[in-house]
């Protein structure tokens, strides 16, 4: 299911088709910068992908990048729930994934809900976590908890939706005035960035400032 790295080598000229994915994607430019700041090796994970229209994107984007970027996917997928074609949600999204798999993006999925998920990662080993699952102020608020936790110094948790009143009150309620709401086209999503780690001081050792500091 995920070939090797050294298999990549079509990716440059992948076009985007996520516009031909049932879905709602209005953050390109969230991922986008995801990609351009990212490390060389790194750990994405989307919780909210539906059938994959904003997945298709990201994973262009990473596969355009040449970087070694993994991509984990999170999502419930109700066995119960249909794409219009009669498919489950689930097949639905893995058959728009293959153009990315057969160009060799390392894709995982996790078919469950989101904190759940999120225990199946080391702590500090994630660099971007998008949340488009569950809006409510609960299931936003238990999200950033489990994710929080997981990602590295400097890292960005972020997330679509900023005008749905629970996304808003779980982000201020998490993280005070600590994060930034980004537009475009009309839409809006917000935007945390980790704090760097602190600094250590001791005697004779001067301490070393993270390579993130002052990013947001
Ligand atoms: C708004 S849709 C995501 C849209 C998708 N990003 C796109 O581009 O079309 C929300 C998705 O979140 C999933 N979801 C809802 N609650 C969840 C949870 N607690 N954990 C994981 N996924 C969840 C739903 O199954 C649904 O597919």
């Not at 689930?90 to 060799?104: D, I, K, S, V, Y």
């Not at 993006?105 to 994630?126: D, I, K, M, T, Y």
């Amino acid at each position: 299911m995920e070939p090797a790295h050294s298999e990549r080598s079509s990716g440059l000229e992948l076009e985007h088709y996520f516009e031909r994915i049932e879905g709602w994607f209005k953050f390109a430019p969230a991922y986008r910068q995801a990609v351009e700041e990212s490390p060389n090796r790194a750990t994405f994970v989307e919780v909210g992908c539906y059938q994959g229209r904003s997945t298709a994107f990201l994973g262009v984007e990473i596969l355009r990048s040449g970087k070694q970027i993994s991509l984990h996917c999170v999502d419930i997928w109700p066995p119960d729930a249909f794409a219009p074609d009669g498919r489950t949600l689930r097949a639905a999204f893995e058959a728009n994934m293959r153009p990315l798999q057969e160009r060799g993006l390392s894709l995982s999925l996790h078919a469950q809900g989101s904190p759940a998920a999120a225990e199946a990662f080391e702590e500090r080993s994630v660099d971007f976590v998008w949340l488009d699952g569950d809006h409510t102020f609960e299931a936003v608020g238990m999200d950033i908890a489990a994710w929080l936790p997981k990602l590295r110094f400097g890292a960005v948790l972020g997330g679509d939706d900023w005008r749905f009143p629970g996304v808003a009150r779980a982000v201020r309620h998490a993280f005070k005035a600590d994060f930034s709401i980004r537009y475009h086209d009309h839409w809006a999503w917000w935007w945390h960035r980790v704090k760097a780690a602190p600094t250590t001081h001791r005697p004779g050792r001067p301490g070393r400032a993270s390579p993130h500091a002052g990013r947001r």
